[in-house]
């Protein structure tokens, strides 16, 4: 079993509808929670960060955290044709210079239809 | 103004040459990264930089041989190259006295082929 587990998908939804991103994770140890985004044939793009427990808002994005189900998740308002892309989940325990590595899922294809 | 670069972007060879992926960053980030993704989009940490020196080494073959002249370039050797080693390599710089410590930037990513 992965420590951090995606759904793969495909999910598929239509122009404007409000998407749901889950993961979840085995290990209570992870701190900081990441979601990125990855167009085809790119790099992933840092989209949200957060800390602990609790909700991050920033345009038609929010992350939201809860640590005691050990489940993130993220949510997109009024998705659009450009939302379509990969979504990972990744997170850590603490800083990268003290050797803390990023855990990534698998990543979530999503696909909005105009 | 390019973030995080790497070179090349393709990269085609037959098995058993020996090749390299350079990566430059012009952020001013002291932690620099190496990740696989393969064909199942799967990335995974291969080497951490943090000032020129290696904090993370996770369980990758001999053959692959990070180097990082300065705090703004991490290039990647390997050697012997196997059918196995066909994926996307990207590269990844962070700033570890930030805020968080740990928001990393990605760069495009090469994709290598191993015939």
């Known amino acids: 079993q992965k420590e951090v587990e995606q759904d793969p998908g495909p999910l598929s939804v239509p122009e404007g509808a409000i998407v749901s991103l889950n993961c979840t994770y085995s290990?209570?140890?992870?701190?900081?929670f990441m979601w990125y985004r990855q167009y085809s044939r790119k790099g992933p793009e840092l989209l949200m960060y957060?800390?602990?427990?609790g909700n991050k808002e920033d345009g038609r994005f929010t992350a939201q955290v809860d640590k005691s189900s050990k489940y993130i998740s993220l949510f997109i308002r009024d998705s659009q044709p450009s939302d379509s892309a990969t979504y990972l989940c990744?997170?850590?325990?603490?800083?990268?210079?003290?050797?803390?590595?990023?855990?990534f899922g698998g990543g979530t294809r999503l696909m909005v239809k105009p | 103004d390019t973030a995080v670069s790497q070179t090349p972007k393709y990269l085609v060879t037959q098995m058993g040459n020996d090749k390299s992926i350079k990566c430059e960053q012009n952020?001013?980030?002291?932690?620099m990264y190496w990740y696989k993704q393969d064909s199942k989009k799967f990335l995974k940490i291969m080497f951490s930089?943090?000032?020129?020196?290696?904090?993370i080494n996770e369980t990758v073959p001999n053959r692959f041989s990070p180097k990082s002249p300065d705090k703004a370039h991490l290039n990647l050797h390997i050697n012997s190259l196997e059918l196995g080693d066909s994926a996307v390599y990207f590269c990844?710089?962070?700033?570890?006295?930030?805020?968080?410590?740990?928001?990393?930037?990605f760069g495009p990513g090469t994709r290598l082929t191993v015939l």
């Open positions: 990744a997170m850590t325990k603490g800083r990268s210079n003290a050797g803390n590595m990023l855990t």
């Open positions: 990844a710089s962070s700033k570890s006295t930030g805020r968080w410590g740990n928001e990393q930037f």
């Open positions: 930089y943090n000032n020129k020196e290696l904090i």
């Open positions: 957060t800390y602990s427990s």
């Open positions: 952020l001013g980030h002291d932690t």
């Open positions: 290990n209570s140890a992870f701190q900081y």
